[in-house]
């Protein structure tokens, strides 16, 4: 069980595997096929930063960049197309299927870049207050965009009511006390941007990582990367820390109060793809457990990863990372140069040597917002 230090900070003493390991890996291999085989696939690259791992007398920092995935500027599909494959799979569907879902940009494209390929519709909810590079990205794949003035949450509850009304098939990542199924697939097509590193770092035996940085916003994929490690590597996984904004910790919030609850913060955060009042149920029940330490971030942190990753030092590689996507750097950096964060160092025993995995989730899907952080355009 998670120990809250601080407003900041949860640890969990003795993490142990999720109960529902074989269930999910069998989807997950399924999910691998399934992606091999689905047209414009190719795994995505791992970017060494070597001069910033030397900065902090780090063993090795890497980072797996998702920012090419399928030309959509973020790993989201890997889960949507996996859910929509197997629930057309399983169903009869007639032509006028319509899939929706609710987001804040990167979910709903690829439900909407999937029902195009698959030859249906797709209505995706997003709060009123999206930037309008992620409503056009959703507009251009066809799709038709519905925007929501209560916010993300909100957006969450019309796709469900649609889909309970108009007969509607909502893929959602957010699992409730009745809606589990789509997120369970959702979670192990997830699977498959780990299953890309292997068999060099994630080695049969014992991955070539110390540390793993799990950022979050419901918390599905970060779920499904803990999962992933256990049934992997069971007590010799690497040790992994869950990243949220500071006003959108939905899972640090609910692991301190010891139940599901919503995030005390004000949800305003930059990282729009992290901005979740509530966490999905089932994430919270595997991650409250599973993971080694909670952490939330100001803002800060993200722009001065963005920054960081675009214009690096040395030979490190350049990265293009949006505002979510450079949460898991963000949240190592915070872990490195902030004494509020030393407690977290220690109980992950993150020091000299050690060899770090973080994730970019996503490129650029918001252009003029990483050039007003970053200070540039957006690499052609």
Known sequence: MATA??????????????????????????????????????ATPLRALGSLAGKWQLGSVVVKDESHRFGLNAFKVL???????????THDAPAETVFTTATDGNHGRAVAWMARQLGYRAVIFMPAH?????????LNEGAQVV????????????????????????VQDTATADYHDVPELIAAGYWTMARELEPATHAPERPSID???????????????????????????????????????????????????????????????????????????????????????PDQWAERAMRCLATPSGSDAVVVAGESG?????????????????GVRDHVGLGP????????????????????VVGRPVPA
């Open 353 to 372: 040597g050690s060899r770090v995995l973080a994730w970019c989730t996503e490129g650029a899907t918001d252009p003029a917002g990483w050039e007003r």
């Open 326 to 342: 450079a949460a898991g750097v963000a949240g190592l950096m915070a872990l490195m140069e902030d004494p509020a964060y030393a």
């Open 147 to 170: 925007l929501v003035d209560e916010g993300y949450d909100a957006a969450v509850q019309l796709a469900l009511q649609a889909a309970a009304t108009r007969g509607w098939i909502v």
């Open 5 to 42: 230090v601080n407003e900041r900070v949860a640890l969990v003493a003795e993490p142990q595997a999720p109960a529902t390991l074989a269930r999910t890996a069998a989807l997950a291999n399924a999910a691998w096929a399934f992606h091999q085989g689905l047209r414009g696939y190719t």
């Open 130 to 138: 999206s930037v309008r590079a992620r409503i056009d990205a959703i």
């Open 79 to 89: 889960g949507a197309s996996f859910a929509m494959h197997h629930w057309l799979a």
């Open 211 to 297: 540390v793993v940085m799990l950022h979050a916003g419901v918390g599905t994929w970060a779920a499904a990367m803990a999962q992933y490690y256990w049934h992997r590597y069971g007590t010799r996984r690497p040790r992994m820390v869950v990243v949220e904004p500071t006003a959108a910790a939905c899972l640090l919030d609910s692991v301190r109060s010891g139940e599901p609850t919503p995030a005390s913060g004000s949800l305003r955060t930059i990282m729009a793809g992290l901005n979740c009042g509530f966490p999905s149920l089932d994430a919270l029940a595997i991650l409250r457990s599973s993971v080694d330490a909670f952490i939330a971030i």
